[in-house]
């Protein structure tokens, strides 16, 4: 019997909110893996980051399936969803402690982190514990002046035997803040970021530019939509609207976008069946088989092609937010879900129960907002109305189950 005990292994640690992911990620985790032996990198998207929490990121989902595309050419690479599924704050140090735990002592851990990050490193939770449990890997781009670097990592190593090393990455230019920027300008980010994320954020809208209304527009699209509805229905817009933008605010949404959404929402509400029908046809505007049967609810997706059609608005996410208000859809958006929950929150809807408690949900935390609304909205179809319900309603009740 062979009682040899296993080689340690190398396990490189790569977190980041990766937002997103770029090509300055890839080339320092393959520095590191080259230069200290890395058997393994292992990516780590952050979930809610202490020192970023008052930032409107990308959700967590988008930034995991970004990472996973941009590594899963590289057979060292991994992705972990370890901080994204805990709940709560993330912190640094519960992780390397949590793969300490998962790893036992069949690993040494590296953290690769930046210079900037090494000299802050005692305002971090529990540094002095972090400090001991694995290496850090101090990542510079060429030039950077270190003087300051190296006197601060020398007190470290001094004050609590820390192991800190240096590398110089090229690379480390690409900054993620710039590619938004860039993205948000219309400028290009090809070879800034693997051609798999770049496709993936084009297919999402991630990082779009920004609409930017003025008062005379406003008003503008205010009298157009009064126009096409009636009375009623133009009230119970204009209560879509000052509750969507409520919940914007604090969730840091573009209030813009959720403006013309909000507004624009029931724009074909209320044609006739024929007329849905006859648009459906000349726009090839795609249906499902129960939409097919239901007419009225394809008023969404006639929506957002007329608010496309007539004011040249072409964002996704504001017509997709348009599109599937009426039954919602799987990987609903932020700003999908607040078009939803505002549609059914609005003050014009009265009084029904379980809508004070939706109301307030949505102010912070959309998805247990979703979960009281859907089954709102199903017991009232089933148990009112007497009508059959889309079968998405019963899949996003499951999906948002897990957030109740």
Same mark, same amino acid.
């Given at each position: ?10 396990l490189a ?9 770029h ?24 979930g809610?980051?202490p ?12 930034r ?6 941009a590594?899963?050419?590289n ?6 969803r370890l901080?994204m ?22 690993v040494?851990?590296?953290? #690769?982190?930046g *210079?900037?990050a090494?000299?802050? &490193?005692l305002?971090?939770?529990?540094? @002095?514990e972090l400090?001991? /449990? !694995? +290496?850090?890997v101090?990542?510079?781009r ?9 006197q ?5 190593k ?15 230019a ?8 860039r993205?948000?300008a219309?400028?290009?980010i090809?070879y ?7 496709n ?16 005379e ?20 817009t ?6 969507a933008?409520?919940y914007?605010?604090?969730?840091h949404?573009d209030?813009?976008? #959720?403006?013309? *959404?909000?507004?624009?929402?029931? &724009? ?5 069946? @024929?007329?849905?029908?006859? /648009? !459906? +046809?000349?726009?090839?505007i795609?249906?499902?088989?129960f ?13 957002a ?11 996704p996410?504001i ?8 039954v919602?859809?799987?990987?609903m958006?932020d700003l ?7 549609d059914?929150?609005?003050e ?13 949900l949505?102010?912070y ?15 009232y ?7 059959e ?12 189950k897990?957030?109740?």
């Amino acid at each position: 019997m062979d009682t040899q005990a296993s080689p340690i292994r190398k396990l490189a640690i790569m977190g980041g909110t990766f937002d997103p992911i770029h090509i300055g990620h890839l080339v320092t985790a393959e520095e590191v893996r080259h230069e200290f032996g890395i058997d393994e990198v292992l990516f780590i998207p952050t979930g809610h980051p202490p020192h970023k929490s008052n930032i409107n990121m990308t959700t967590s989902e988008h930034r995991y399936l970004m990472t996973v595309l941009a590594t899963a050419e590289n057979p060292n690479f991994k992705v972990s969803r370890l901080e994204m599924d805990r709940e709560g704050v993330t912190y640094t140090v519960d992780t390397v402690k949590e793969l300490k735990r998962i790893y036992a002592e069949t690993v040494k851990l590296y953290f #690769i982190t930046g *210079a900037d990050a090494v000299q802050k &490193i005692l305002t971090w939770k529990s540094p @002095e514990e972090l400090l001991k /449990l !694995c +290496d850090f890997v101090a990542v510079t781009r060429p030039g950077y002046h270190k003087a300051e670097l190296i006197q601060k990592v020398e007190e470290l190593k001094k004050q609590y035997e820390a192991n800190i090393h240096f590398l110089e990455v090229p690379a480390l230019a690409i900054s993620s803040s710039n590619i938004r920027e860039r993205i948000n300008a219309m400028k290009p980010i090809k070879y800034l970021v693997p051609e798999e994320v770049e496709n993936y954020i084009k297919k999402y809208d991630l990082y779009e530019y920004k609409i930017c209304l003025t008062e005379e527009e406003r008003t503008e699209m205010y009298d157009y939509v009064a126009s096409k509805l009636s009375p009623k229905r133009y009230a119970h817009t204009r209560g879509v609207v000052e509750i969507a933008l409520e919940y914007a605010k604090y969730h840091h949404l573009d209030y813009d976008e #959720i403006f013309i *959404a909000a507004l624009f929402h029931d &724009i074909a509400k209320e044609l006739g069946k @024929e007329e849905q029908k006859r /648009l !459906c +046809d000349l726009y090839k505007i795609e249906l499902d088989e129960f939409e097919q049967k239901h007419i009225d609810l394809a008023h969404g997706k006639i929506g957002a092609v007329l608010l496309e059609k007539n004011w040249g608005i072409s964002k996704p996410s504001i017509l997709n937010s348009i599109r599937y208000h009426t039954v919602g859809r799987h990987n609903m958006t932020d700003l999908d879900k607040i078009i939803y929950l505002a549609d059914m929150t609005e003050e014009g809807r009265g009084t029904y129960k379980g809508k004070d408690q939706i109301k307030e949900l949505a102010h912070y935390d959309l998805d247990r907002a979703m979960y009281k609304a859907l089954i709102s909205s199903y017991n009232y179809v089933t148990n009112i109305l007497k009508q059959e319900v889309h079968p998405i309603t019963q899949e996003l009740i499951e999906y948002y189950k897990q957030f109740n």
